[in-house]
């Protein structure tokens, strides 16, 4: 079947690193991604990864383990602004991506 | 320029009407999508089409009916509303071939069956 796993709350502190753990199984691989989604508005991308090792992006990096179907986001220097649901899809072989829950995360001062 | 956009942002209405959301977008993408969000949050695809012609249909009930009538354009018309209809419904668009056809987002519409 296909299933994203992905922890549903973290909580950290403005300035601390934190990272975000998703466990995939997808029909197929066709890449994953990272989704920022803050209440009340639409997911907007962050990172793709398809290829195994770190993807860095300013204070955002992810990070593919295709053999362990895992990923994980790490957000550095943390600001209050990033306080948002992060999403981790899964695309599969038929150009669907399919989403986890999301992890709520609270940035604490 | 907005890039996805969608209409309206909110609806409420009562259950057993119907109700139509509209969403175009000017990226000049392919593919566009509907996903419905719940109450947990959780993003489900609905549908896809790629230049007017369907390529997936999840299992939703036939009361749900997209409709394209060009590329840029992909509405949503859902009769006989029910309660557990409430959502947040988000249109997307992508275009094959590039990054595997990563996502932009519409606002969404959020709506409400009373």
């Known amino acids: 079947g296909q299933n994203i796993d992905q922890p549903t709350e973290m909580t950290a502190t403005e300035g601390a690193i934190v990272q975000i753990n998703c466990t995939y199984q997808?029909?197929?691989?066709?890449?994953l991604f990272w989704y920022q989604q803050h209440a009340g508005e639409a997911p907007t991308f962050l990172s793709y990864?398809?290829?195994?090792g770190l993807e860095e992006k300013g204070r955002f990096s992810s990070f593919l383990s295709r053999s362990k179907g895992y990923s994980y986001l790490l957000l550095k220097e943390l600001q209050m602004k990033d306080s948002a649901s992060y999403l981790c899809?899964?695309?599969?072989?038929?150009?669907?991506?399919?989403f986890g829950t999301g992890t709520r995360l609270q940035v604490f001062p | 320029d907005t890039a996805v956009s969608q209409t309206p942002k909110y609806l409420v209405t009562q259950m057993g009407n119907d109700k139509s959301i509209k969403c175009e977008q000017n990226?000049?993408?392919?593919?566009m999508y509907w996903y419905k969000q719940d109450s947990k949050k959780f993003l489900k695809i609905m549908f896809s089409?790629?230049?007017?012609?369907?390529?997936i249909n999840e299992t939703v009930p036939n009361r749900f009916s997209p409709k394209s009538p060009d590329k840029a354009h992909l509405n949503l018309h859902i009769n006989s509303l029910e309660l557990g209809d409430s959502a947040v419904y988000f249109c997307?668009?992508?275009?094959?071939?590039?990054?595997?056809?990563?996502?932009?987002f519409g606002p969404g519409t959020r709506l409400t069956v009373l």
């Open positions: 997307a668009s992508s275009q094959p071939g590039t990054r595997a056809d990563t996502q932009y």
């Open positions: 997808t029909s197929g691989f066709n890449g």
């Open positions: 990864n398809v290829l195994d």
């Open positions: 899809a899964g695309g599969d072989n038929t150009d669907k991506l399919i």
């Open positions: 990226l000049g993408h392919d593919t």
């Open positions: 089409y790629n230049n007017k012609e369907l390529i």
